[in-house]
C-alpha cells in the first residue's frame, strides 16, 4: 500500500549495514504535521538511503511510502504481526510566502 506522509525531520539516523552480501537501510524519525502530530520511524533501504544525504533536522518534507507487514512465529509457535514504513521517494514541502506588511503612510 502506498501512502504520502508530510512532516517535520525529527531525527536523521547513520546508515547501517548488515549481512555478508552488504544490505544496507537508514531511517529518519519524521513528525507529521496533523492536529495530533505523531512520530514516525520511516525506513530507507539499499540505494534510497541516498535520499537521506541533503536533508536536515527540522526540515519539512513530504515522503512517498510503502506500508508494509509480515508475520512471525516464534520458536514456541506464537504469531506476531509487524508493520514498518518504507520511504521510496522525498520531495521538500513548500512554504508558504509571508504576507507582505503594508508600508504606505496612512
Not at 28 to 53: A, G, M, S, V
Not at 63 to 91: C, H, M, Y
Amino acid at each position: 500500500m502506498n501512502t504520502i506522509i508530510k512532516g517535520t525531520i525529527l531525527k536523521i539516523n547513520e546508515t547501517q549495514t548488515f549481512g555478508d552480501k552488504g544490505f544496507t537501510k537508514r531511517s529518519l524519525i519524521l513528525q507529521t504535521l496533523d492536529k495530533y502530530p505523531q512520530e514516525l520511524n520511516i525506513e530507507f533501504i539499499k540505494d534510497k538511503c541516498d535520499l537521506l544525504d541533503n536533508l536536515a533536522e527540522g526540515e519539512q518534507i513530504s515522503i512517498a511510502t510503502n506500508i508494509l507487514g509480515r508475520k512471525w512465529t516464534s520458536p514456541e509457535g506464537v504469531d506476531k504481526w509487524f508493520n514498518s514504513l518504507q520511504g521510496w521517494n522525498i520531495e521538500p514541502l513548500k512554504q508558504e510566502p509571508e504576507p507582505e506588511q503594508d508600508t504606505a503612510p496612512f
